[in-house]
Nanobody, 130 residues
Framework: QVQPVQSGGGSVQAGGSLRLSCAASTYPRSYFCMAWFRQAPGKEREGVASFWTGNSRTDYADSVKGRFTVSRDNTNNTMHLQMDSLKSEDTATYYC???????????????????????WGQGSQVTVSS
């Protein structure tokens, strides 16, 4: 199954934590990018974090640096987004996506622009109350 399958999310008070998971068992390349995006009502989709499966390189949006951590469990090809110190402005529908990345030598740049991704998960709601 190429399309990622998401799990997790929910509701929490500000300052709390939640975790999202994204299972992507197949992709048409050996190494690829996995990323998290979010979209709040009335706003554009925003890139949150990315992960290159080749060397586990990660990148984060400034708005979540130091609070969110992306990781991958290679035993079951599942990416996780650990969200700590949540704020009300983190409330959104979160999407997992996979894409080819831009190769740079032995690594790759995983963009936080949604246009660079081919396959998308079904979305998970995250609600943070203040």
């Amino acid at each position: 199954q190429v399309q990622p399958v998401q799990s997790g999310g929910g509701s929490v008070q500000a300052g709390g934590s939640l975790r999202l998971s994204c299972a992507a068992s197949t992709y048409p390349r050996s190494y690829f990018c996995m990323a998290w995006f979010r979209q709040a009502p009335g706003k554009e989709r925003e890139g949150v974090a990315s992960f290159w499966t080749g060397n586990s390189r990660t990148d984060y949006a400034d708005s979540v640096k130091g609070r969110f951590t992306v990781s991958r469990d290679n035993t079951n090809n599942t990416m996780h987004l650990q969200m700590d110190s949540l704020k009300s402005e983190d409330t959104a529908t979160y999407y997992c996506a996979t894409g080819p990345g831009a190769l740079r030598g032995n690594s790759a740049i995983c963009s936080l622009f949604s246009e660079k991704y081919n396959y998308w998960g079904q979305g998970s709601q995250v609600t943070v109350s203040s």
